[in-house]
Every structure is written in structure tokens, then in C-alpha cells.
């Protein structure tokens, strides 16, 4: 079997990249061959590449707008676009025809579903891949929507990447949708946080974009709450900082007007968080909604105490008092709460972190979400 990857441009590996590049690696172990499509050169372009994966640009662009600059012009600049975008149709049904593809798997709802119209013109099966509430999450929304319904409709198959994205467009997309949670490379983020609570002062971390539906801002006033009531022995570091937007120069501000130097600490965005989530002892993921949470995984993986907010996809990877606990999601003393009850219950935290550990490795390996995958390949 032989199967094209559609994938969109990223500025950096994020967590719908990362997922990408593991499970088509796993896929050729599995000897499915594979290409990639993708509407530029990127990071993920060059990483597939390396994997020995043929690659293939065609310069087709998304429908996907913020919400917030949607008006007539964004109108007029969508029906320009679809007929800028249909001129690549020849080409992309060519390199589809010329690669033999037996199948199609778009990889997000960011994608341009013009990949899809072409598979559907030309009788190619195609999977889609959810992994955005879009509105929710990213503030963003798909123009030309009923077309792009209709699309997703005739999908051979439908894959979120849990209940809270299957249940949020289940009533949009009006058909089945099958959960795959995301699966990691458990040998890549397994280790052992042997100081886990040991040090002078308790680490917490929080990763990922910085903007505002990550809720950074609530894990600052956090620590600033618990500061307000004496509780001086916690440390925060928000990584993924990069100065650029109106969020992370807030953020920057409200730690300076409030004297938090000392207590909050920001780090530019990188590739590799392992050395700093070894250094940490609560990961803190305090998204509005999280489709899934990758960094979740990441933090459990880690041997970290996760606390997570009640909200998104985060509650069915955070079971209560089992493997992390949650908050009230936008309730920051709620989460200061949180962070306070571990500071009081060290041998009890770190149980629940090792059991954590446990089972996010048992339930989240790259390979039980790839042979996942495949049942649903030879199914269609």
C-alpha cells in the first residue's frame, strides 16, 4: 500500500509535526510506502526527508482565517484563492497518479481541503485527521464550510485525536468519527527524575505556544498568588517565549510590575524540552482547549506531577488523584490551590507522578496508535 501525506506549512515541530513524523516512520516499519505533500518547505519537509520519505511541494494554501479578521475582504480573498488554488489541481492529480497512491491522509483541518476535491474527482480513498476545535483552540475559522463538510463527509474514514475534538465536530461534520490518541516514541521522552521535590525550591514548567489559549498568564498569577501567601519556595519556567506577540509582552509586564524576577522564568522556544522537564517537578498545562496535549504525555513521560485544567481533551489523559490532578480551568487561585496542596503532600505527589509515568507509557506508545492507524488502512 502506498499512501500520500497532506500536511500544511508549520513555522516549527509542533505537536501535530511531531505526531506526523512518528507515525510515518512507524508506517514504513509497518512496509507501507509513503510521500508527503506539503504547500512549502518547512522544518517537517526537511525532517520526512530524512526519514528517506519523497516530499512534494504544491503551493495550494489553506482556507483557514482568524476569526477575528474575517470580513468581506477576507471573502473576496478566499474566492480569489480557490481559483489561484484549482490551477495546481492538474499537478496534484498528476504527482497522486504518478506515485501510484493508493490512498490519502490529510493530516489536519488546516490543511487545504483542495487535496481532498481532487481525491474525490479522481476516485482516490482519503482519511482525515482531526486534531483542532479551530475556534476553540487556535481562534480560527474554515471559510467555504459547507464545502469542506461535504468533503469531510465522504472521507473513508474520520480520525480525532480524542473525545473532546470527536464530540466537538461530531454535530458539525454529521457522521463517524473514530478516536486515535496521539501515540510518542516512549524511548525518546522516558526518564528517570531521580530529584524529583529534592531541590531548594519546587520547579514548575509550562510549555508550548505562548498565546493566550495556552494560558501561560494563569500559571504566572499563580505563582504570584502563592507568593502574596508566603509561599516563596516555587519557581515557574514558561518555555517557548519568543518576544513577537501583544500575549508575550503581557505576560513580560505583569511579571515585572508585580516583582516577579526572582520567581518566573522565561526561555525561548526549543525543539528539545527534555533537559528542562528533567529539572522540573510539576508540569503545569493550563490550556483553555487542549485538543489532546502531547506535552501532557511529555510531562507524565518525564516522571513530572501534572496538573492540568478541566477543559479541552486534557481531562481524559489527567485522571483524578491517579496521574496528575486538575483545576478549574481560568480559575487561577484554584490553581495556586494545586500547586499548594503537592508543596503539602511531597510523598503523595510523587506516587501519583510514577503512576503517571506508568501509564502513559502503557497507553500512549507510538506503536498501539500506529497499528491503530493501520487497522483502519486495510479496513478501507
Known amino acids: 500500500m502506498k499512501v500520500c501525506f497532506v500536511a500544511y506549512y508549520a513555522k516549527s515541530l509542533a505537536g501535530a509535526e511531531k505526531s506526523l513524523l512518528s507515525l510515518m516512520k512507524r508506517m514504513m516499519e509497518k512496509d507501507i510506502q509513503l510521500v508527503l505533500v506539503c504547500d512549502r518547505t518547512c522544518q517537517l519537509t526537511s525532517e520526512a526527508e530524512k ?60 490543511t487545504c481541503y483542495e487535496w481532498a476535491a481532487v481525491a474525490d474527482k479522481h476516485n482516490i480513498p482519503y482519511v482525515w485527521h482531526l486534531r483542532e476545535f479551530l475556534g476553540l483552540d487556535h481562534n480560527n475559522e474554515i ?12 472521507a473513508k474514514n474520520v480520525i480525532a485525536i480524542s473525545e473532546a475534538i470527536k464530540n466537538y465536530w461530531s454535530p458539525i461534520i454529521q457522521r463517524r468519527i ?38 501561560q498568564m494563569d500559571a504566572v498569577k499563580a505563582i504570584s ?20 506577540s501583544e500575549y508575550e509582552l ?14 518566573v522564568k522565561l526561555v525561548d522556544f526549543t525543539s528539545d524540552v527534555k533537559p528542562l522537564l528533567k529539572k522540573s517537578d510539576i508540569g ?5 482547549a487542549e ?3 502531547r506535552i501532557t504525555i511529555e510531562y507524565m513521560l518525564s516522571g513530572l506531577f501534572v496538573i492540568g485544567s478541566n477543559s479541552g481533551g486534557t481531562p481524559e489523559l489527567i485522571k483524578e488523584g491517579i496521574n496528575g490532578v486538575l483545576y478549574s480551568s481560568g480559575d487561577v487561585s484554584n490553581l495556586a490551590d494545586r500547586i499548594e496542596w503537592v508543596l503539602r503532600n511531597i510523598g503523595e505527589a510523587k506516587l501519583i507522578a510514577k503512576r503517571g509515568q ?21 479496513n478501507i
Open 51 to 110: 526519514l528517506g520519505i519523497k516530499t512534494k511541494i504544491i503551493p495550494v494554501k489553506p482556507y483557514v482565517y482568524p476569526r477575528n479578521l474575517i470580513n468581506s475582504r477576507t471573502y473576496l480573498a478566499y474566492v480569489a484563492k480557490r481559483m489561484l488554488n484549482k490551477i495546481y489541481h492538474k499537478e496534484m492529480y498528476s504527482f497522486l497518479k504518478t506515485e501510484n497512491v493508493d490512498l490519502m491522509h490529510i493530516n489536519s483541518t488546516l
Open 143 to 154: 471559510i467555504g464550510k459547507k464545502y469542506f463538510i461535504s468533503l469531510i463527509q465522504k
Open 178 to 215: 473514530e478516536v486515535v490518541y496521539n501515540g510518542l516514541e516512549i524511548e525518546n521522552y522516558y526518564q528517570q527524575n531521580d530529584h524529583s521535590f529534592d531541590r531548594e525550591n519546587i520547579q514548575c514548567i509550562i510549555t508550548g505556544r505562548v498565546v493566550e489559549g495556552k494560558g
Open 225 to 244: 498568588h502563592l507568593r502574596d501567601k508566603g509561599i516563596t519556595n516555587v519557581r515557574l519556567t514558561i518555555v517557548g517565549y519568543r518576544g513577537e
Open 250 to 263: 503581557k505576560i513580560k509586564y505583569y511579571i515585572a510590575d508585580n516583582h516577579l524576577e526572582e520567581y
Open 284 to 288: 503545569l498545562v493550563c490550556s483553555k
Open 291 to 293: 485538543a489532546f496535549g
Open 358 to 378: 506508568i501509564i502513559a507509557a502503557e497507553k500512549f506508545s507510538m506503536e498501539r496508535t500506529s497499528n491503530k492507524v493501520l487497522d483502519i488502512y486495510k
